[in-house]
């Protein structure tokens, strides 16, 4: 307990009690008001909790979060029964009103919709895009490259948390175009 005293002791001599005192209730009033407020003060890419871990399935391709419930045909293991046009007239409306990561995942669901309506895969519950996308490469190889473009600019922004830009609706309008031509024109 000598050593305590001392240390103390010391501690006093450099910093006077009531300094120390106004400095201790300081800390404490930061780390409250951090605690308070946690994830808000966080920089986006080191958010813990929206982030999506490796093997989990994308549930938001199949399902929009921002719909009313009358246009869902069921849970997350139906897929919705809208035509890719109602997915396409969504997107250009977030489109203009510059919301370009959901016009990303509309254009994407379109995209989803489109390869499933016409046989190119089977709707399987749980699938991630990639998963859809690799099954889609698979099964027409000449569907690759577009696909995989697609769901590369729909993890970036959705999955990485990277802003969304007009220039990634423009690509993925275009790999939705190659997509599009490709399944309608090889049928």
């Not at 370009?100 to 991630?128: C, F, K």
């Amino acid at each position: 307990m000598r050593w305590w005293n001392e240390t103390v002791a010391i501690f006093d001599d450099v910093i006077p009690f009531g300094l120390a005192a106004f400095l201790f209730l300081l800390l404490a009033a930061i780390v409250g008001v951090l605690w308070y407020t946690f994830p808000a003060w966080l920089p986006t890419r080191w958010r813990v909790g929206r982030s999506r871990r490796a093997g989990e399935p994308v549930r938001d391709v199949e399902q929009a979060d921002d719909r009313p419930a009358a246009e869902d045909d069921g849970g997350a293991e139906e897929l919705p029964a809208l035509a890719p046009e109602v997915y396409l007239s969504q997107a250009d409306r977030y489109a203009a009103e510059g919301r370009w990561a959901e016009a990303v995942r509309e254009r994407l669901r379109a995209m989803v919709r489109e390869l499933v309506d016409r046989g190119v895969v089977e709707h399987v519950p749980g699938w991630t895009v990639t998963e859809l996308a690799g099954a889609a490469g698979g099964a027409r190889p000449e569907l690759g490259p577009a696909l995989q473009g697609a769901t590369g600019i729909f993890s970036g922004i959705w999955y990485a948390q990277r802003p969304a830009t007009a220039g990634d609706d423009e690509r993925m309008r275009g790999h939705l175009a190659t997509v599009h031509e490709l399944v309608r024109g090889g049928r």
